[in-house]
């Protein structure tokens, strides 16, 4: 364990003795939340490994945040992942002149770069929830794989440097330094680097950090936002519900717990409870079945049985309003098999029945344009292609639901990890935003 001497925004000092420090820390570093602009980059499915898991899918929008790397510090811009737990980084460790651009992050000239060893607890005992556990490289460094989507894998080592968000500088923050074998070409060209874990993982960003609590709010329009690292106490104009986060203290084959876990009750079209058994929202004795709140994936999967009984009746509220593609053989990124022919001469959708997933203690209510996405170069005649923003988790392989980012627009979303649950209201994200930042 790293001993922890100064002060800083993210960790407002819950490890140190003396109540005087405690509170004169607390009274600062509550003042001074940390509120970070929120972007959305389309980022290609081959540039992000994954820790291999059976509840994860790939996605090609992503949220991201800059910050800076090492000292000097280096200007990194970063996927933000709530599903997962190790954040790494793609590191060029060939690169040893600072004077050659390199879009990825270079430890050759940081000089607060620290490799872990792999005799270190942290390498022993830390990443024993690693799908692929940390092992001993030839230099006694501690080595960790991530995998691609197409099974390809990319190798690094665990190590420690200087993370700087906004005016807040963490020393010491453990991350995978990865051995990037991703060419960067100029159409994709961004300065994303890495990914930032942040689930209950020990090893997360938060669990390292000690964020007592983080909150974001996605814009419906361009899908920025603002991520606020810290407690919130902002007026954004409305008070939150509460949902219980879900823990289990039995490891079970199916359940990541490590992820934000609620509970799910139900499902409505307008104002229509949909008749769906309660149990078919409980996890089984394998796990399978339980329903988090995940960042790094773009749309939203529901478990077949639920999945059929909400397209049934959102087809059939439909029904007049909208051309069902008649396609059997067409469905969106695998899983997404509700599609529409929309006139590309057509201005704005027609009025949709609202979709709201209910949870225990709250609602989250997809309305309008949310509900459904063009799907890109996919057109019919005259008509545009959109299928309906909800797919089917078991035309994807994974034994959960999992409500995705898009789901979350326009939603302020608190993770209070003290109290252990999630808050939800509906916001105008993008005033919010404005809002927040220009408060600094
Ligand atoms: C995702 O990216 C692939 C190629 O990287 C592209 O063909 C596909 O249209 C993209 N999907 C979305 C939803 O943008
Ligand atoms: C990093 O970004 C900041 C602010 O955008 C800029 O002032 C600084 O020059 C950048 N540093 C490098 C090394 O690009
Ligand atoms: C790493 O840096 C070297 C030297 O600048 C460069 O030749 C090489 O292409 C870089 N590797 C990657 C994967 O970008
Ligand atoms: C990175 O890759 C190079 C070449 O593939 C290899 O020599 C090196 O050992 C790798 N480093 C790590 C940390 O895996
Ligand atoms: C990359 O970072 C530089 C400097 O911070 C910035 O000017 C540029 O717009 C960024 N590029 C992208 C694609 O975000
Ligand atoms: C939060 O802010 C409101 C007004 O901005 C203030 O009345 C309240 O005391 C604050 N709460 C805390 C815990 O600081
Ligand atoms: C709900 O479904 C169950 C079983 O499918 C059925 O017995 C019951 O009558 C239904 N209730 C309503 C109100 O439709
Ligand atoms: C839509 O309405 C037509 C006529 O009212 C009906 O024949 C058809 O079965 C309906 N389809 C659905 C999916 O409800
Ligand atoms: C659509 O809903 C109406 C009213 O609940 C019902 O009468 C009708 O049978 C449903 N149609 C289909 C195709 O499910
Ligand atoms: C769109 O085009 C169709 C014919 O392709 C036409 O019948 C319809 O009036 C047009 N609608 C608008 C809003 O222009
Ligand atoms: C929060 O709870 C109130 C009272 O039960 C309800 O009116 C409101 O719709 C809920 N909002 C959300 C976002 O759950
Ligand atoms: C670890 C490593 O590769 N270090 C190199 C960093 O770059 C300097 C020259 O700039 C080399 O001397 C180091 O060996």
């Not at 399978?288 to 059929?308: E, R, S």
């Not at 089917?392 to 003290?418: C, K, P, R, T, Y």
Request: aromatic share 8%.
């Amino acid at each position: 364990m790293r001993p922890k001497t100064t002060c800083t925004i993210l960790t407002p000092c819950f490890n140190l003795a003396i109540l005087l420090i405690l509170r004169t820390c607390l009274s600062m570093c509550e003042a001074k939340t940390l509120a970070l602009p929120l972007k959305s980059q389309v980022i290609p499915s081959g540039y992000l490994p994954r820790p291999p898991n059976k509840l994860r899918f790939n996605h090609n929008v992503s949220l991201t945040i800059s910050i800076t790397v090492g000292t000097p510090p280096q200007n990194v811009s970063m996927v933000i992942d709530t599903g997962s737990e190790l954040s790494w980084l793609h590191c060029n460790n060939t690169n040893t002149n600072p004077l050659i651009p390199d879009p990825f992050f270079n430890p050759n000239i940081s000089s607060t770069y620290s490799p872990i060893s792999c005799s270190s607890s942290t390498c022993t005992t830390r990443t024993r929830d690693f799908p692929i556990p940390a092992s001993c490289d030839s230099n006694n460094l501690c080595h960790a794989t991530l995998s691609y989507a197409d099974a390809s894998s990319s190798e690094g080592n665990l190590a420690s440097d200087t993370l700087g968000f906004g005016s807040s500088v963490n020393p010491g923050v453990i991350f995978g330094c990865m051995n990037s074998t991703y060419t960067t070409n100029s159409e994709s060209d961004s300065n994303t680097t890495g990914l930032l874990g942040m689930n209950l993982g020990s090893l997360s960003l938060v669990s390292q950090l000690k964020t007592p609590k983080f909150s974001y709010c996605i814009s419906g329009s361009d899908f920025s936002g603002i991520l606020l690292l810290g407690e919130s106490n902002f007026s954004w104009g409305g008070s939150l519900n509460y949902t219980s986060l879900v823990q289990i203290s039995t490891p079970l084959p199916y359940f990541d717990r490590s992820a934000y876990t609620v509970r799910f009750k139900g499902i409505k079209v307008s104002d229509k409870l949909l008749n769906i058994s309660g149990n078919l929202f409980v996890p089984d004795h394998t796990g399978a079945g339980q329903t988090m709140f995940d960042l790094g994936t773009q749309f939203t999967f529901l478990l077949g049985p639920v999945y059929n009984a909400l397209r049934e009746e959102f087809l059939n509220q439909t029904n007049g309003t909208l051309r069902v593609l008649d396609d059997p053989n067409f469905a969106f990124q695998i899983a997404m098999d509700l599609c529409y022919r929309v006139p590309m001469n057509r201005s704005e959708l027609p009025e949709l029945p609202s979709v709201s997933l209910v949870f225990e203690g709250a609602e989250m209510r997809v309305s309008g344009d949310q509900l459904l996405y063009r799907v890109p170069g996919s057109v019919r005649d005259n008509d545009s292609v959109y299928c309906f923003t909800f797919g089917n988790s078991d035309l994807l392989g994974v034994e959960a639901f999992i409500i995705g980012h898009h789901q979350q627009q326009n939603m302020w979303m608190e993770f209070d990890l003290v109290q252990h649950r999630v808050g939800l209201a509906h916001a105008q994200c993008d005033l919010v935003g404005q809002k927040l930042l220009g408060l600094g």
